[in-house]
């Protein structure tokens, strides 16, 4: 009998934001995959967690994969953690994910936190239909692109940036895209919290006078 892959969602900022069937996952399974196991191990630690841990990221996604799918299917279940959020959103997550169901092992999901939805609904944007669009091309001129084919997008835009690239991402937007509404959220669920919304003109010149810390959820208006 093979076992299951169960793909738990985990904080997002603060450690409080986890649910029971997600501790009792975890303290089950026989394995967790996550991106980084000192990272993971915190969480687990707070929990009393004592479930063995593997690294599973971008860079050993293909070896590891194939190494998680050996034990699924001598029967271990494993846990897939990120190192925040729901796995498989941005993430080497999805490859496992895709490998166990071409392979016909089960897997399930335990749901909880959500950067995408916790910032998309921060915005005070509309919600009821949008786009996510990730993490966009850090090489400018692929940004820029990807920025102007989303200018007709009427859903409300969700995207992801990390510091050291948000002004430049700010001023594609503005280049791009023209000085809409848009929403920046960081800090989520933490301490320091904070959902700026303005124009993007404005946005550029907050943050060109406040260096850009912490992982940035960008909400954008779309198109009228």
């Known amino acids: 009998m093979t076992g299951k892959l169960f793909v738990v969602a985990t904080p997002i900022g603060n450690l409080k934001d986890i649910t029971f069937r997600a501790i009792e996952t975890l303290k089950a399974v026989g394995l967790i995959a996550c991106e980084d196991t000192r990272h993971t191990k915190k969480l687990l630690s707070h929990y009393g967690i004592n479930t063995p841990t593997t690294s599973y990221f971008e860079y050993n996604k293909i070896q590891k994969g ?3 799918l050996k034990l699924l299917k001598e029967g271990k279940d494993i846990g897939l953690v990120s190192d925040s959020g729901t796995p498989g959103i941005s993430d080497p997550g999805f490859n496992i994910i895709r ?7 089960s897997v399930t999901v335990i749901p909880g936190p959500s950067a995408i939805v916790a910032g998309l609904v921060l915005s005070g944007m509309p919600t009821d239909s949008f786009v996510f669009e990730g993490f966009l091309s850090p090489k400018p001129g692929r940004r820029r692109n990807e920025l102007k084919a989303l200018c007709q997008e009427k859903r409300t835009i969700v995207i992801y940036e990390s510091p050291h690239r948000l ?5 594609d937007i503005l280049d791009m895209m023209g000085d809409r509404d848009i929403a920046i959220c960081r800090e989520v669920t933490k301490v320091f919290e904070e959902a700026l919304r303005m124009k993007t003109s404005e946005a550029l010149e ?9 992982e940035f959820i960008i909400v954008i208006k779309g198109a009228e």
Request: proline share 4%; no cysteine.
């Open 66 to 68: 194939e190494y998680l």
């Open 99 to 105: 490998l166990a169901i071409e392979n016909g092992i």
């Open 167 to 171: 002004l430049k991402t700010l001023k």
């Open 206 to 214: 907050h943050f060109t006078k406040n260096e850009p810390r912490g």
